[in-house]
Structures are given as C-alpha cells and as structure tokens.
C-alpha cells in the first residue's frame, strides 16, 4: 500500500485548502483512511477518519465543523477539507490507511503518506 499526499501550502487565517490522498493499492475500498498532523517538535496528532464506504467519518474536536473528510473509492483517494484555517493549523499533513477502522480513528494505522505541508498564516 503506497498513499501520497498533496495539497498542501500557504494560507491566510480563514482561508481554505484541500488535500489530496492517492493511494495505490489493489483493494481500496478494504481500507480505512485517516488524517494526522504533527508539528516539529511535538506529537502527531489525529484529525479525521472515513471509514470504508465513506459514509462515516470521525473528527478529533479541533478541527470538527471546520474540517471534512471524503473518499472516492472509484478514483483511489483520500481528500480533507479544511476550511475556516487557523495559526494552530500549521503542519505536516499525513494520510494513512489500515483495514482497521479503530486504527485509523486515532490509533496507530499501518501505512503512512509522506505528508504535506500546510502554513496558515495570521
């Protein structure tokens, strides 16, 4: 399973971005997906998880309301709305994948993107 992130990049303080996920594997639909994030010194955080069929998703109470999540499972990706952008949002954005939803839902998934980098500026 390979996923590669993008999207990523500058932005003003109540701005909008989208990241993107591709993920290259043979059975995309058996997956469950996840956003985290981590600043250079501190711990990866969890933002969000979809899970299989995309009709669930789980946000941690950070980014709830601001941020969606979707999949495609017709085109193999991962995508994560951000919206209404904060300072505190800056960092490197990381998509993963398991076939565990609890895994993705906050947990420690198996396979991780190389991640993106989002600045939000004040």
């Known amino acids: 399973v390979q996923l590669q992130a993008s999207g990523g990049g500058l932005v003003q303080a109540g701005g909008s971005l989208r990241l993107s996920c591709a993920v290259h594997v043979r059975s995309f639909s058996d997956y469950t997906l996840g956003w985290y994030r981590q600043v250079p010194g501190k711990e990866r955080e969890f933002v969000g998880s979809?899970?299989?069929?995309?009709?669930?998703?789980y946000y941690a109470d950070s980014v709830k309301g601001r941020f969606t999540i979707s999949r495609d499972n017709a085109k193999n990706a991962l995508y994560l709305q951000m919206d209404n952008l904060k300072p505190d949002d800056s960092a490197v954005y990381y998509c993963?994948?398991?076939?565990?939803?609890?895994?993705?839902?906050?947990?420690?998934?198996?396979?991780w993107g190389q991640g993106t980098q989002v600045t939000v500026s004040s």
């Open positions: 979809i899970n299989w069929t995309g009709l669930s998703a």
């Open positions: 993963a994948a398991d076939t565990v939803y609890t895994k993705t839902r906050g947990g420690e998934p198996q396979y």
